[in-house]
T-cell receptor
């Protein structure tokens, strides 16, 4: 049974470049989350989708961040333009019910 | 907003010693969940507690939910090197979609 699939696993980019992170949730899960993890701030919820609709985006840092979920099996998190302080691990997670299943994360470094 | 505090931040133990991490919420929780993240890995769900005063066990792990549903603990008996990782609690404040607020985590190191 495939888990949450994220790509890329690792990305190094230069400041100012656009970054797109991709996620395929577990089939049948109707909730999708994007989290960011850093040493300083821990695990932060960026945005939550339910049935492909953004429900809570209060955690999105600023206008440089945007997220879409065009269908039940795909979501993207875009950062444009990227900044060094965006360096973090970005986790996509999905759920059907209370338990959240995390992907393996996208490790982003902005230099 | 809801805050979830977790202590200690770090814990170093010798293999065979016990370990406990504590979680406190600023608000009453609908439920609390515990996750484990291995170094370089992703958080993995361990358990969910829902009832006031609930105690659940998974082999050497014992999870408790406080009577007031504002605090929780995870206790590991006789730690093993495979227990190494970061343990997170995550509180559900009862929003319509079960929004979880994660604690900062406790990083457990086990020395053989």
């Amino acid at each position: 049974d495939a888990g949450v699939i994220q790509s890329p696993r690792h990305e190094v980019t230069e400041m100012g470049q656009e970054v797109t992170l991709r996620c395929k949730p577990i089939s049948g899960h109707n909730s999708l989350f994007w989290y960011r993890q850093t040493m300083m701030r821990g695990l932060e919820l960026l945005i939550y989708f339910n049935n492909n609709v953004p429900i809570d985006d209060s955690g999105m840092p600023e206008d440089r961040f945007s997220a879409k979920m065009p269908n039940a099996s795909f979501s993207t998190l875009k950062i444009q333009p990227s900044e060094p302080r965006d360096s973090a691990v970005y986790f996509c997670a999905s759920s059907h019910g209370n338990t959240i299943y995390f992907g393996e994360g996208s490790w982003l470094t902005v230099v | 907003g809801q805050q979830v505090m977790q202590i200690p931040q770090y814990q170093h133990v010798q293999e065979g010693e016990d370990f406990t991490t504590y979680c406190n919420s600023s608000t009453t929780l609908s439920n609390i969940q515990w996750y484990k993240q291995r170094p370089g890995g992703h958080p993995v769900f361990l358990i969910q507690l829902v009832k006031s005063g609930e105690v659940k066990k998974q082999k050497r792990l014992t999870f408790q939910f406080g009577e007031a549903k504002k605090n929780s603990s995870l206790h590991i008996t006789a730690t093993q090197t495979t227990d190494v990782g970061t343990y997170f609690c995550a509180g559900d404040g009862g929003t319509s979609y079960g929004k979880l607020t994660f604690g900062q985590g406790t990083i457990l190191t086990v020395h053989p």
